[in-house]
C-alpha cells in the first residue's frame, strides 16, 4: 500500500527568484547530504537548498551571455559541484566559492549532453555523440578527441547505476520513430546497443530504469496510456549484433472510465511506481494529478489534484516528490508498505515491531467504526460495566444499566442525563479503557463533551476536559473541535495545556490562541487559575512586592557598562530593574504566552497569520521577547529557569518572525522607536561580549596548542598574560 502524506512549498519559481519558469527546472539533482537538493535552471543559475529547513544554502550563476546547459550535478567524493554551460565549458567549484568565472574551468572537445554523479563511482559525463568518458579521464586530457558512436540519434534519456563496483550508463536514442537503447560498461569499456520493438500508435514519451541481479529494468511510458517493461541482462557474449527487445505490458493507465496521460514518472519500489499527468474523463475537464499505481495488483493506490497546472518534470528523492505547481517548486513526502494481497484487503497484521504513530487521526474514524471497534476484547475493545443505579429528581434516568454495551451506545443512552452523572459515567468509562484502544476511547469521551456542548451550550464540562488533557496523551487531530470551543469560551487554562501537550496544533490556531492571550486584560487573567510553572522562578508573582533586585550580572553585561542603553521613558514605563527591564506583562499573561514560545509551528505556515496581528500587541509580544531575551542573556547557561520555559533559540525565533511580519509598521510606530533602540543596544552589546569571548577562545586554544608542543620534564611554574 501507498499514501501521499505531507506537502510543502520548497521555493518559488518567479523569474527573479533564480528559478526560471521557462518550461520547468532543467534538472533537480540530489546535493551532498541526503536532505539537500541542487536545482538548475533553464538559464544561468544553479541553487543548493536544504529541503527540511526549505531554505537555499548556495546559489551560483555564470555570467551574463552564458547559459547552463547541463544539470549542475554533486560529485560526492570530493563534495565539489560540477556544471557544464555553453555546451563544452566545464566548471568545478566548492561550497566557499562565490565567483564562479574564478573556478577551475576546462574546455571539452565535443558537446556535452549530461553528467551522471554516482556516490561510489564518481561523475561519468555522456557526450551528444553518445561517447562515455569518467571525469577524471576528461581532466587529465580536456581536449582529447570524443567518438561519434551515435549517428544521426538523438538522446531522449540517460541514467547512470552502480552494479557491484562497476559504473554502468544506459541511454535512449530516437532516429526517424525508431528507438535504441545503448548500454556502456565503464570499466570494460563495452558497448552494446538495442533496438525497441515497435508498437503501433505507442510512441515512447518517457524512460526510468533500475539494475538488480545483473539485470537492467528499463519501463516505457508510452503514448498509448500505458506502461511497459523492457528486461535486457548486461551479462553479453557478442557486441556486434543489434538485438531487437520485446516490451511487455506492466501497466495500464486506466480507472473507472477515466485515463491518465502521464508525462513523467518514477520508481518507488519493485511494487509502486508514480506517474505525473493529466486524468481525463469523458464528460469532464482535464485534471493534473500526483498517483502512485500498484503494478502487481493494476491498482492505482492514491492521488492528488494540482489545480495550479505542472511543467511535467517529476523527481523522487529520499521518499519525497519534487514537481512544479504553479509557480513554485512542491514537495511531497510518501510511504509505500508492503505489496500483497492481505494489505490491499486491509488484513495485514502488524509486524514484531509495527511503525506506528503515538497519536492518531480521530478524523479518520467514522462513527460506526468508532462503535465497532470496541466491541471485542479480543480486538482490544473498550467494555463499559456499570451496576449503578442512578437516583435523582423524578425527571432523571432511573436504573441505566449499560453492562457489555460499545461506547457509542453508551455516550447515546447518556446524552440527556444530569452534568454530574454525565461526567462520572465518563470518568468510569475512562478507567475501564485498555492501553490498546487507550487513546481512541478517550478521543470518543472528547468528542462526546464537544458534541454535548454544541447541542447546550450551558454544558462546557471545562473541568472534565481540562482534566482529560493535562492526564491522556491526546493529539489535535485526535479531537480538533476541542481547541476551538476552548477559543470560543475564552478558556485560556485549557488552551495553555493544549498548546503544551499537543505536538500537531495548525498555525492558524496558535496565532488564534496568541491573538487571544495578547488582547485579554490583566485584570481579567488575575481572576483565571493558570499554571506559571513557566514564569514562577523568573517573574515577581508577588505585585505588591516592588523591590528592586540586586542579582549580580554573570555574562560581563550591565546597563550601566554603556551611557544611553536604557532610556529613560522606556525605563519609567517598565519598571527598570538594575538587573533589566521588568516583565511587561503579568505574570498569568507571560505563562501563556510561553506555552505558545514552546508550541510546535513551521514558519512557512505561521507567517501569514503573524502579519494581522495588531500593531499594539505586536509590539507587546515583542517586548516581552525582548524581555525574555535579556532573561537569557543574563546567565551563562542561557537557559530560563522553570518548568516548559522557552529556549533562547525559541525566543529568538519568534523575533525573527515577528519582525518579519511586522517590520514596516513597527518602525513607523513612535511608541516602539524607543523599545527598538534599546534593543539594538542591548544586542550590540551583546555582540561585542561574544566577539571578546571568541577572542579568548582563540588565545586559550592557541596556548593549548603550544602546551602540547612543550612537554616540560622538570617542575615549573608559567604565567600567562592575555593582552
Not at 540530489?30 to 544553479?46: C, E, I, N, Q
Not at 460499545?406 to 452534568?419: A, F, S, Y
Request: charged fraction near 20%; include cysteine; aromatic fraction near 8%.
Amino acid at each position: 500500500m501507498a499514501a501521499l502524506c505531507e506537502s510543502f512549498t520548497l521555493c518559488g519559481l518567479s523569474p527573479t527568484s533564480g528559478v526560471g519558469l521557462g518550461g520547468g527546472l532543467l534538472a533537480l539533482e540530489p546535493g551532498p547530504d541526503p536532505d539537500h537538493v541542487l536545482l538548475t535552471d533553464r538559464g544561468r543559475t544553479a541553487t543548493l537548498f536544504k529541503v527540511s529547513d526549505q531554505k537555499p544554502l548556495g546559489c551560483w550563476s555564470v555570467k551574463h551571455g552564458q547559459v547552463l546547459t547541463c544539470p549542475v550535478v554533486c560529485n560526492f567524493e570530493t563534495h565539489e559541484y560540477i556544471a557544464v554551460h555553453d555546451d563544452k565549458v566545464l566548471r568545478i567549484w566548492k561550497n566557499e566559492d562565490i565567483n564562479l568565472d574564478k573556478v577551475f574551468k576546462a574546455t571539452l572537445s565535443a558537446d556535452v549532453h549530461r553528467i551522471h554523479s554516482l556516490p561510489n563511482g564518481g561523475p561519468v559525463v555522456l557526450f551528444r555523440g553518445g561517447d562515455v568518458r569518467t571525469l577524471d579521464a576528461l581532466l587529465e586530457a580536456p581536449q582529447q578527441e570524443i567518438e561519434n558512436v551515435i549517428s544521426d540519434e538523438v538522446i531522449k534519456w540517460s541514467e547512470a547505476f552502480m552494479e557491484g563496483k562497476q559504473p554502468v550508463l544506459v541511454f535512449t536514442t530516437e532516429k526517424d520513430g525508431d528507438f535504441f537503447v545503448y548500454v556502456q560498461k565503464l570499466k570494460t569499456n563495452s558497448l552494446h546497443k538495442y533496438k525497441l520493438e515497435q508498437q503501433e500508435l505507442s510512441k515512447p514519451m518517457s524512460f526510468t530504469a533500475y539494475i538488480k541481479n545483473q539485470i537492467i529494468t528499463l519501463l516505457c511510458l508510452c503514448s498509448n496510456d500505458c506502461v511497459y517493461k523492457v528486461l535486457i541482462p548486461l551479462q553479453q557474449n557478442t557486441e556486434d549484433t543489434e538485438q531487437i527487445l520485446p516490451k511487455s505490458l506492466l501497466l495500464n493507465l486506466s480507472v473507472s472510465g477515466s485515463v491518465l496521460k502521464g508525462t513523467s514518472f518514477v520508481v518507488l519500489d519493485k511494487d509502486h511506481i508514480a506517474i505525473l499527468g493529466s486524468l481525463t474523463a469523458s464528460d469532464e475537464e482535464p485534471k493534473e494529478c500526483l498517483t502512485i499505481w500498484n503494478t502487481k495488483f493494476q491498482t492505482l493506490q492514491t492521488s492528488k489534484e494540482l489545480p495550479l497546472g505542472t511543467s511535467g518534470q517529476l523527481w523522487c528523492y529520499e521518499e519525497r516528490f519534487f514537481f512544479t505547481h504553479g509557480k513554485v517548486l512542491t514537495v511531497i513526502m510518501y510511504k509505500c508498505e508492503t505489496s500483497s494481497l492481505a494489505a490491499a484487503v486491509g488484513k495485514l497484521k502488524a509486524g514484531k515491531s509495527p511503525d506506528v504513530s503515538a497519536f492518531v487521526n480521530w478524523n479518520a474514524l467514522g462513527r460506526e467504526e468508532l462503535a465497532d471497534s470496541f466491541q471485542s476484547q479480543q480486538s482490544g475493545a473498550l467494555k463499559y460495566e456499570s451496576k449503578m443505579t442512578l437516583r435523582s429528581n423524578k425527571n432523571a434516568v432511573a436504573n441505566v444499566q449499560t453492562d457489555n454495551l460499545p461506547v457509542g451506545k453508551v455516550l447515546r443512552n447518556l446524552k440527556d442525563v444530569p452534568t454530574r452523572i454525565f461526567e462520572d459515567e465518563l470518568r468510569q468509562l475512562m478507567s475501564k479503557a485498555q492501553a490498546l484502544d487507550l487513546q481512541a476511547s478517550i478521543g470518543s469521551v472528547v468528542t462526546a463533551l464537544i458534541n454535548r456542548y454544541k447541542t447546550n451550550p450551558k454544558h462546557y464540562h471545562r473541568n472534565l476536559l481540562l482534566e482529560i488533557v493535562q492526564t491522556y496523551d491526546l493529539s489535535y487531530s485526535l479531537c480538533p473541535d476541542l481547541m476551538a470551543v476552548a477559543l470560543e469560551n475564552k478558556d485560556v487554562r485549557l488552551l495553555q495545556t493544549c498548546l503544551l501537550r499537543f505536538p500537531d496544533i495548525p498555525e492558524e490556531v496558535t496565532y488564534s490562541c496568541l491573538e487571544i492571550f495578547l488582547s485579554i486584560s490583566e485584570d481579567y487573567l488575575q481572576r483565571i487559575d493558570v499554571n506559571l510553572e513557566s514564569v514562577i522562578c523568573y517573574i515577581d508573582i508577588d505585585s505588591d512586592n516592588k523591590e528592586v533586585k540586586t542579582e549580580i550580572v554573570e555574562n560581563g553585561f550591565s546597563p550601566e557598562q554603556e551611557e544611553g542603553t536604557w532610556d529613560n521613558p522606556l525605563a519609567e514605563e517598565a519598571h527598570l530593574t538594575s538587573d533589566g527591564e521588568m516583565c511587561p506583562v503579568g505574570p498569568q499573561k507571560a505563562a501563556l504566552l510561553n506555552a505558545i514560545l514552546c508550541s510546535a509551528y513551521s514558519e512557512v505556515f505561521l507567517l501569514p497569520h503573524l502579519k494581522n496581528l495588531p500593531a499594539k500587541e505586536a509590539v507587546l509580544f515583542l517586548r516581552y521577547l525582548f524581555y525574555l531575551y535579556v532573561k537569557c542573556s543574563e546567565k551563562i547557561n542561557t537557559t530560563l529557569p522553570g518548568m516548559s520555559s522557552p529556549t533562547i533559540n525559541q525566543i529568538m525565533d519568534w523575533m525573527c518572525l515577528l519582525l518579519d511580519a511586522h517590520f514596516t509598521v513597527i518602525v513607523m510606530l513612535p511608541e516602539a522607536k524607543l523599545f527598538l533602540s534599546s534593543m539594538h543596544k542591548f544586542v550590540r552589546a551583546q555582540i561585542r561580549f561574544y566577539s571578546e569571548l571568541n577572542k579568548i577562545e582563540g588565545s586559550l586554544q592557541e596556548l593549548q596548542r603550544l602546551h602540547q608542543q612543550k612537554d616540560p620534564q622538570t617542575y615549573s611554574i608559567e604565567v600567562l598574560e592575555i593582552i
